[in-house]
């Protein structure tokens, strides 16, 4: 493919989304002025970029909230994830005794265990990492162990009769033939680390954006309330696209089909 069309793809790539989601806000600001609806109802999308900027300091303050929460629970979910994924796929009996209670923490909502969290721990900062965690912890370790045990037995095979134990396995062949499956894992976890930060804010607590559109509903300003749903939605998109980065640092020859075609 020459330079010139990888350029051009580029830009049919960007430009067609970019384009429907322009017509999209420009459709919306159209019909909610031209249908007269009430603002408390539907605000168009110039009311939602007014409330951004009129409160932007307390949009500011409950944002850094809400950040620092699903930051600390992605990172202990990652590192979490990835220690319960080596030993589960490390052990026959590790596996049986620990992957059901992986499988079951999907099975209880979510919504339904917070409020438990919120009486053992209070309106802090823990309870909104632990479902965080909770959330992140699944997609991270199913995706970790598919990877660790993905490997070609004759490889292993292979080690073992040159006199390998099983952490020299591990460092060269499991591990680095489970990153696609890690990085996999963890963007999903990246992407919807969110939404656990916002249900903890909105079973309990005094702040962050979760709280901010509970308290926004209940005050009928619903222009506030968008706007603290796009800013969760562009940290849930941010954080993805930075996992997606840090996967193309350190797997670079994942991507080099794609960049071609």
């Not at 459709?27 to 109802?41: G, N, Q, S, V, Y």
């Not at 979490?80 to 796929?89: D, K, P, R, S, V």
């Not at 509970?214 to 941010?238: D, M, N, W």
Request: net charge neutral.
């Amino acid at each position: 493919m020459t330079p010139g069309s990888r350029a051009w793809s580029r830009t049919i790539a960007w430009g067609i989304p970019s384009i429907l989601i322009a017509a999209s806000i420009f459709a919306w600001e159209l019909i909610a002025r031209l249908t007269d609806t009430p603002r408390w109802f539907l605000p168009p999308p110039s009311a939602i970029a007014s409330a951004l900027f009129d409160d932007r300091r307390l949009m500011l303050h409950h944002t850094w909230v809400t950040l620092e929460e699903l930051l600390l629970g992605f990172t202990i979910s990652v590192l979490l994830g990835i220690a319960f994924a080596l030993a589960i796929a490390s052990s026959r009996v590790v596996e049986r005794a620990f992957y059901p209670f992986v499988v079951a923490s999907q099975a209880i909502p979510i919504i339904a265990l917070a409020p438990i969290l919120l009486i053992w721990f209070g309106y802090g900062l823990t309870p909104k990492v632990i479902v965080v965690v909770l959330i992140c912890f699944f997609p991270i370790v199913v995706n970790t162990v598919d990877g660790l045990r993905s490997v070609d037995p004759e490889l292993i095979d292979l080690l073992r009769s040159m006199g390998a134990n099983e952490w020299t396995i591990y460092r060269v062949i499991r591990i680095p033939s489970s990153l696609p499956y890690i990085f996999s894992g963890t963007r999903i976890a990246a992407a919807v680390s969110v939404i656990g930060a916002l249900i903890g804010e909105w079973v309990g607590a005094s702040a962050g954006l979760g709280y901010l559109m509970t308290r926004s509903a209940a005050q009928f300003l619903t222009a506030r309330v968008f706007a603290a749903v796009l800013i969760s939605a562009v940290i849930g998109l941010a954080m993805f696209g930075i996992v997606s980065l840090l996967e193309r640092l350190f797997l670079p020859w994942q991507h080099i089909g794609a960049s071609d075609e």
